[in-house]
């Protein structure tokens, strides 16, 4: 009780700026929560929405002084998902040369803490569940529309709501834009993190700080021995050797068809026992768990070659209505990605009605056309219980049903064209 009444309250009123968006009053406290290299931060509290905050103070540095922002708070405003801390909002303070960044806050602190202070060291199921969470969180971030890569992964980094149990991937203080070799770093990143889980010796002295075992410098198998010399439980230690040494064209959702992440009987009996939701018997939880996995996915990505281009084809189910498609293409030797969206429509659309628009939108040779089409109907055929038929419907007397053609022509939800030409790496 006494140490709620010492905390003195700072009420600051942020500046309305040019976006004339609805201002809000923080009151910041002297309490710190945390710091590190690049900022310090303390507990607040947002008045209007009665929530408590955590509130960022992060120095000029040579950078923002020269673009007049703070790239972490503009990367991460735009970010929306379970599994990442929120960034409300930001703004700088001229006069005291600091960035003022408004996140939300997790009570129960880094995972790094969480873990030593309930015994957590080595809890397999834990340890399971959580890496399920932060392969959301890296997913997500890799495969955005404007997709990065966190490249700074660790228990520090992580945070946690005891409450519930979830886990959000936070400071993306170092966040680079994506690049294949950036993902890897971030598999890498996060096999090292997995076996911090496991390491009771780096989770009381904190991150391996050996500057001449760095990733990218000096002898990576060195290092890797000394990620992995505290891990005692052999099955942790494998996935993280393999996480450690990722093939070059890796991605994290990957990482999930890997058999640690199996369901066993331990983690079954243990979510029937504490399951929320009504006290799962341990058949009804496996039945549950296996009707999941059997549901069509919200989301399926594909990447293939062909030629001196990389394609890269996401999609993301809409209501069960239509297929919302992303196709990225990635040109090797021009530095140029070219980008569209289509919105397939299910029970309207075909996938030969699809391929003849976009092979008119872009420089394609036939093999290329054909690829993306084979690529396209195995994604789209993922999505659906029964296979969508891509032949033009026919009349009882076999003609084209020309009614019906038009109906596809009237009703598909194009986006095309919506090209983006950039300067991004040469990589998907």
């Known amino acids: 009780m006494a140490s ?87 703004w700088l303070d001229r006069p005291n040369k600091v960035v003022n960044m408004i996140t939300e806050y997790c009570p129960s602190g880094d995972l790094r803490n969480y ?80 076996a911090e889980m496991a390491d009771s010796r780096r989770l009381l002295h904190g991150e391996l700080r050996m500057r001449q075992l760095v990733f990218g410098r000096g002898d ?11 891990v005692e439980n052999k099955e942790i230690e494998r996935f993280s050797t393999k996480c450690l040494s990722p093939s070059p064209r890796t991605t994290v959702l990957e990482l999930l068809d890997d058999s640690f992440f199996a369901v066993d009987v331990t983690e079954t009996s243990t979510a029937s026992t504490s399951n929320a939701a009504g006290n799962l018997s341990l058949t009804e939880s496996v039945r549950h768990q296996v009707a999941e996995l059997l549901q069509p996915p919200a989301e399926v990505l594909k990447e293939f070659d062909s030629g001196d281009k990389k394609f890269r084809l996401q999609g993301i189910m809409s209501e069960d209505v239509s297929i919302s498609i992303t196709l990225r293409i990635i040109t090797d030797g021009i530095d140029m990605v070219t980008m569209m969206n289509i919105e397939f429509l299910l029970g309207v659309d075909t996938v030969s ?76």
């Open 4 to 90: 709620s009444s010492s905390i003195e309250w700072r009420i600051v009123e942020r500046e309305k700026r040019g976006e004339r968006d609805e201002a809000r009053i923080f009151a910041r406290s002297d309490k710190p929560l945390g710091s590190g290299s690049f900022k310090r931060v303390y507990l607040g509290f947002d008045e209007i929405k009665g929530i408590e905050i955590a509130w960022s103070k992060i120095p000029f540095t040579r950078e923002i002084k020269k673009s007049e922002s703070c790239a972490e708070a503009e990367l991460s405003m735009p970010l929306e998902h379970e599994n990442i801390i929120k960034c409300y909002d930001h």
């Open 353 to 428: 009605d699809i391929m003849e628009d976009i092979a008119v939108e872009f420089d394609s040779s036939a093999e290329e056309i054909a690829v993306v089409t084979e690529n396209m109907e195995q994604l789209i055929t993922e999505f659906l219980h029964e296979p969508h038929d891509s032949n033009t419907e026919q009349t009882q007397d076999g003609r084209s049903d020309s009614s019906e053609d038009n109906r596809r022509s009237n009703n598909r939800k194009w986006k095309l064209p919506n090209w983006l030409c950039c300067n991004k790496p040469r990589s998907i």
């Open 115 to 194: 873990i030593l202070k309930h015994d957590l060291v080595a809890n397999t199921a834990l340890i399971k569940n959580w890496c399920r969470q932060i392969i959301s969180a890296l997913h997500y971030i890799h495969t955005r529309d404007q997709p990065v890569c966190h490249l700074d992964i660790n228990c520090a980094n992580i945070f946690v709501n005891g409450s519930t149990g979830t886990i959000k991937l936070g400071d993306f203080g170092i966040a680079k834009e994506y690049g294949q070799r950036r993902v890897i770093e971030d598999i890498e990143k996060f096999g090292a993190t997995v």
């Open 220 to 230: 990576s198998m060195t290092y890797k021995l000394a990620v992995l010399a505290g």
